[in-house]
């Protein structure tokens, strides 16, 4: 068995890179890489690395700069295939897996590539029956998490909370990394609740977007709900914004809320209004300097009751969101909460992630029982007292996205967008 890398696009399209044993090899562009691709300035100096073991070849993401796709999907680590196309800064790759005739016929393990036993490959007689095949690891590996649909292998944990747990995993068939989100219903939810829960993420199939995170399937085990969705590698806004070294720019804080309105000008459309508009639903890869950013949990909160982790559908009356970035609108009637709800959302969103932490109004705390009455009638306290260094016509913006009456915020989240766009790339 042998592994050819091909360079199909970029500045060293036509160079080949050949092993035939175990080895490890970095592309990039450092002249230390082993695979040296020093004239594409997109590549970060190490930007992926691929090992190969046979039958196993593998890349990881490097913490490169502009990321790695494989088949057109950002990955982290991904197992590589015959044929499998590798985009990484400026230039593209194709991997060539060349087995011999006896290898080639043999049945593998479609998580590892073990081969199976002869007695598996010499019974097996259809196609289907060589994709599914798991070794025995791999079998006592997948009964270490919940039970999901039998194309799918999960591999760890990503997240969770009351809105439910995220693991990571792949789709066996087409080696595919997904994100798969399981909730569980109340108990005493009816045929009428689970019918409209199904219908709001029927929604969701309509909304496509590449600053959305793409919904793919939907699955109903012994009564709990998983959504099979787009994998983001990146960490939620609060935690992207932790991690930096110094305080968000105004140029990043511009990007990423010209990104979230992109979104949210497609959903509003869409006839759609999100509703839970907030730093933890933002999913953001890339560095300061190139923040990408994906909107997630779309519906979700429309769907059930924040406060009760999925366990019932909204109700009249209830107030749905995190209280430190819901409207004024949600509070008065949060089922007819419209388009300027989400602007008022991502207005506090941004004012929170460049301040440091801070809400809109002076002294704000969530957990205290006057929040709402504050939201509906101090006055923001401007961006400006927290981050003297913003411009003013950038706090002006984020202040009209917090007026307390719908009509008097931006018309529509393209308008915002418009108004952030100068300050993009700017300061």
């Known amino acids: 068995m042998k592994v050819d890398l091909e360079v199909t696009a970029g500045p060293h399209t036509g160079q080949i890179y050949h092993f035939d044993n175990h080895s490890t090899f970095v592309v990039g562009r450092s002249s230390g890489a082993q695979f040296s691709v020093p004239d594409d300035g997109f590549l970060s100096r190490h930007h992926f690395l691929i090992e190969f073991n046979p039958p196993a070849c593998c890349l990881r993401d490097l913490g490169s700069t502009n990321g790695t796709k494989v088949n057109g999907l950002r990955v982290e680590t991904v197992r590589l295939r015959n044929g499998d196309q590798i985009t990484a800064g400026g230039s593209s790759f194709v991997i060539h897996v060349e087995e011999s005739s006896g290898e080639a016929a043999k049945v ?8 199976a036993p002869m007695e598996v490959w010499i019974n097996t007689e259809t196609e289907n029956e060589r994709v599914t095949w ?15 649909h039998p194309d799918y292998l999960i591999d760890r944990r990503v997240g969770g909370g009351g809105m439910g747990t995220v693991y990571h995993a792949t789709h066996l068939p087409t080696n595919r990394p997904v994100a798969i989100k399981m909730m569980t219903p109340a108990v005493a939810a009816s045929e009428r609740a689970k019918k409209r829960f199904e219908r709001e993420l029927d929604v969701l199939k309509h909304l496509k977007h590449n600053k959305i995170v793409e919904f793919y399937d939907m699955f109903d085990l012994d009564g709990q709900y998983q959504l099979i969705m787009e994998y983001v590698d990146g960490k ?7 991690s ?21 000008n497609h959903a509003h459309e869409a006839g759609y209004v999100h509703r839970d508009i907030k730093p933890s639903n933002l999913l953001v890869m890339g560095n300061s300097l190139h923040p990408k950013v994906k909107l997630s949990d779309f519906g979700l909160a429309k769907s059930f009751r924040d406060n009760a982790g999925f366990s019932g559908l909204t109700h009249q009356g209830d107030i749905g969101g ?43 705390d969530p957990e205290r029982a006057d929040s709402y009455t504050m939201i ?14 913003i411009p003013d016509a950038f706090d002006k913006v984020i202040r009209k996205s917090l007026e307390k009456l719908p009509q008097h915020r931006w018309k529509s989240a393209a308008q915002m967008a418009t108004q952030l766009q100068p300050f993009v790339g700017g300061s």
């Open 322 to 364: 995190s209280s430190g970035f819901i409207s004024p609108d949600h509070i008065r009637d949060f089922r007819d909460a419209k388009e300027p709800a989400d602007i008022y959302s991502t207005g506090a969103t941004l004012y929170y992630l460049l301040s440091g932490g801070k809400y809109p109004y002076f002294n704000f």
């Open 244 to 264: 930096l070294n110094e305080p968000l720019s105004v140029s990043a804080a511009a990007s990423m809320g010209f990104q979230l309105l992109s979104a949210l």
């Open 236 to 242: 939620n806004a609060l935690e992207w914004v932790g």
């Open 376 to 389: 509906l009638e101090h006055p923001p306290v401007p961006l400006r007292v927290h981050r003297p260094d």
């Open 108 to 115: 593998r393990c479609v998580a590892c590539g073990e081969i």
């Open 134 to 148: 798991l070794c025995p690891k791999c079998k006592a590996f997948r009964l270490e998490y919940p039970r999901t």
